[in-house]
């Protein structure tokens, strides 16, 4: 019996790995290409390490274009992501707050309404969107990029943050209460501080989806100043001439670094608030 159950974790552990390496392989793969030089990537596609380590292609690929650095990408994408995750997960732990709390006329089809949203293709809203972001003169800036999250409903985050909100007692709503604290109190004293997990796997989320968005990029931002980063990697690829692809390995690697990082620092909340609802007994 024991050597079955020793057996049984050791395929176990193999087939995690097995896939593991599968998963994680691409972007190896990517990081040492960028260490190639650009004429002899895909020729040597094949063999992993490099005969040669080359690094003019982060020098290369740092320099831009037009005279635009890419630390200024870098700065555009920190400042769409971090300022949209900002007001997404304030907007959403007080929408979350409301739906959970307060009782009121029509909540319930509200809380519809807000699951409903959750199963609704972004691509079906992409036309209405741009026509109106047009409209209200927005298209060309960060506006469309940020200024939505902030306000709109995000589902995913609003259900998460009620499934927190709905594990604290009341009792400690009570007694606010009776101490003089109104909503906004007990909303910004008792409740965020207890909800700090769904609030921080909230942000993690958010900052990479934000980070790595390329579609509303491409559609709203028209000036090279203004791209992010996920924007600006397509500019190294060039269909009417050559590529730079060894620049692009490049960037693109150092683009992963702030979601990495992010993720191994605020692991421990990640998983704390995806596998959780509310306080522990």
């Not at 047009?134 to 990029?145: A, C, T």
């Not at 009570?174 to 004293?189: L, N, P, T």
């Not at 990082?261 to 692991?267: E, G």
Request: aromatic fraction near 16%; proline fraction near 4%; hydrophobic fraction near 50%.
């Amino acid at each position: 019996m024991i050597t079955r159950k020793k057996a049984g974790k050791i395929l176990y552990h193999v087939i995690v790995c097995s896939l593991g390496l599968v998963m994680i392989y691409p972007l190896f793969w990517m990081f040492m290409s960028s260490f190639k030089e650009s004429n002899t990537i895909f020729l040597t596609a094949g063999r992993l390490i490099p005969e040669k380590f080359v690094f003019t292609n982060y020098l290369n690929g740092w320099k831009g274009f037009a005279k635009i650095s890419f630390a200024v990408f870098f700065k555009n994408s920190f400042l769409i992501a971090v300022t949209a995750t900002l007001g997404t997960v304030f907007s959403s732990a007080l929408v979350a707050y409301g739906l959970a709390r307060c009782r009121f006329f029509g909540r319930k089809i509200l809380f519809a309404a807000m699951l409903v949203s959750m199963m609704l293709p972004a691509q079906v809203l992409m036309i209405p969107q741009y026509l109106w972001y047009q409209k209200l003169g927005w298209v060309g800036s960060y506006k469309p990029l940020i200024l939505p999250y902030c306000f709109a409903i995000q589902g995913f985050f609003v259900y998460l943050m009620i499934n927190f909100i709905d594990g604290i007692p009341r009792e400690l709503d009570e007694a606010a209460k009776i101490d003089g604290c109104s909503y906004y109190s007990i909303f910004s004293r008792i409740i965020m501080p207890l909800i700090t997990p769904a609030l921080i796997t909230a942000s993690i989320f958010s900052f990479m989806w934000r980070w790595d968005d390329f579609l509303s990029a491409l559609l709203y931002i028209n000036e090279s100043a203004k791209y992010p980063v996920s924007l600006a990697l397509k500019l190294f690829s060039d269909p009417g001439s050559s590529s730079d692809y060894g620049a692009m390995f490049a960037m693109a690697s150092l683009s992963i670094l702030p979601a990495v990082i992010i993720f191994i620092c605020l692991q421990k909340y990640l998983v704390e608030g995806i596998s959780t609802s509310g306080l522990k007994g």
